[in-house]
């Protein structure tokens, strides 16, 4: 049987279209995976269900991993096996290559940003001789903001709240051990009262004070953190497979945007040795409409909707990461005291703290999503955290902090700005890492985000003096 083919020949006008067709579908799929701003960006968040639910999470094709809910305020999860032991070892020996050196917890950038709102707030206020307060009304009025219980003595929690600062941090023994050397409380009853506050203050001993807790830091037992660290990378799409594979795997854990995940701050890996620890502290800042999202390592305040913590090796003994006052009935009732945030001598005291064990993954919510906007929300303040002291062996862990400004419009606006400096790349030569750098994207080594109720109290200080508060908690 014979068969006759019949073949059509295009008309121009369908050979154009096909072509047109062609083209069109080839920028689609060579822009689409390059493509950094995606259109209604969303933010999710795993629903914690009940203390120890576990659901099953595919981290890749084959291997199936558990996923347990650990505490529902803040939602926290662990995930035993997230990275394999050569992922583990990868990352430790890439930190090493790149060179550990000291954790700092200064918080220069957002501490100076808050200074310089200070200076724009004295500018705005009248000065007059009659409205501005004298030195011993100004110093009352610090004391009476200091003396939380209204007790008219301070005791060493109300005084450690002004002595706990940038990497200090001292325990009620150690302001009674102050007052003995410097000899600030002549009755040794251990409180200070108004008068004595007054001659402490009027009698320029101040200077002393500060000296005192200076030298009091170089001990590794008042430090806040004693750690070394590394950054892996820059934000933006891994070219490291073994970081692009990681990625991938937080993005389908946390089922947010691949954007979001990709152009978050870079990896930060950190050793403790034995006696290394991290005292309680936040990861992220409270909102405040007066203060931008920190881009460039200079100003502003730390936007971390979320952190994943990845443990590298197994601790022999301690290095525990603990929540001291996960489903607290109440914040403020556990909220006040120094020992909460003593994790060398409270570490089992906090209400939830897990064991490092290599590979295993633990991811907690920094911040609510506001019901409204749909967007993110305000810091959850008992996301309160820190690792524990290591008592026996060395401990590695990595930081993966996921970035969102709290502004939905700046930070759409801010992957535009990414991904037109990228497309310029071809333009003038350069490359993607040199434009990474030229717009700021990676977090400066000295930089690193903590939050700590004595900070908080210390801000009264400045409140009462200036007559206004720094930290609003505001909404979009």
């Keep these: 049987m014979e068969l006759k083919l019949s073949v059509r020949i295009p008309s121009r006008q369908e050979v154009c279209r096909m072509l047109a067709l062609f083209i069109m579908m080839s920028v689609v799929q060579r822009v689409q995976p390059n493509d950094v701003v995606q259109e209604n960006l969303k933010l999710y968040q795993l629903d914690p269900v009940a203390k120890g ?9 084959g291997r199936i991993l558990r996923v347990e809910t650990k505490a529902l305020q803040p939602p926290v999860f662990e995930i035993p096996d997230f990275l394999t032991p050569e992922e583990c070892e990868y990352i430790v020996g890439r930190a ?71 990497n200090t941090f001292l325990r009620p023994k150690d302001v009674l051990q102050m007052y003995s050397d410097l000899n600030l409380d002549p009755d040794s009853d251990g409180w200070l009262t108004l008068d004595e506050f007054m001659i402490l203050v009027s009698n320029d001993r101040l200077m002393d004070v500060e000296n005192w807790v200076w030298k009091r830091t170089g001990h590794q037992e008042n430090r806040i953190r004693e750690s070394k660290q590394a950054w892996l990378g820059q934000p933006g799409p891994a070219k490291d497979p073994i970081l692009a594979n990681l990625q991938k795997r937080v993005v389908s854990l946390t089922k947010l945007p691949e954007t979001i995940v990709q152009w978050s701050e870079q ?39 979320m952190t994943i913590l990845y443990y590298l090796d197994d601790t022999l003994r301690g290095g525990e990461t603990a929540f001291p006052i996960a489903d607290n009935g ?141 930290h609003t908690n505001g909404e979009l």
């Design 53 to 61: 639910h576990v659901r099953l999470f595919e981290a890749d094709p």
């Design 267 to 305: 990896l930060q890996v950190v050793r403790y040795e034995t006696g290394g620890h991290f005292h309680a502290h936040y990861d992220s800042n409270e909102l405040d409409s007066d203060m931008e999202c920190m881009r460039n390592g200079q100003t502003g305040r730390f936007c971390r909707f």
């Design 96 to 166: 090493l290559n790149e060179g550990l050196y000291p954790s700092g917890v200064n918080d220069e950038a957002y501490y100076n940003s808050l200074a310089n709102s200070e200076d724009t707030d004295e500018d705005d206020v009248d000065t007059t001789e009659e409205d501005s307060p004298t030195d011993e009304e100004t110093t009352s009025g610090v004391f009476n903001e200091l003396d939380v219980n209204n007790d008219m003595v301070l005791d060493a929690e109300e005084v450690l709240a002004v002595l706990n600062t940038e």
């Design 330 to 470: 109440t914040y403020s009732e556990k909220a006040t005291k120094t020992e909460i945030y003593d994790l060398s001598q409270h570490c089992h005291d906090a209400n939830l703290f897990i064991k490092p064990e290599k590979g295993k993954a633990v991811m907690w919510y920094n911040h609510y999503i506001n019901q409204t906007t749909g967007w993110m929300g305000d810091l959850n303040h008992y996301s309160l955290h820190g690792g524990c002291e290591v008592l026996e062996g060395t401990k590695w862990i990595a930081n993966n902090w996921i970035w969102v400004d709290d502004s939905y419009d700046k930070h759409v606006e801010h992957l535009e700005s990414v991904q037109k400096a990228l497309e310029d790349d071809d333009d003038d030569g350069r490359g993607t890492e040199e434009t990474k750098a030229s717009l700021d994207l990676a977090v400066p080594q000295e930089v690193h985000a903590v939050t700590d109720l004595q900070k908080e109290l210390d801000e009264l200080e400045r409140v009462n003096v200036h007559g206004r508060r720094h």
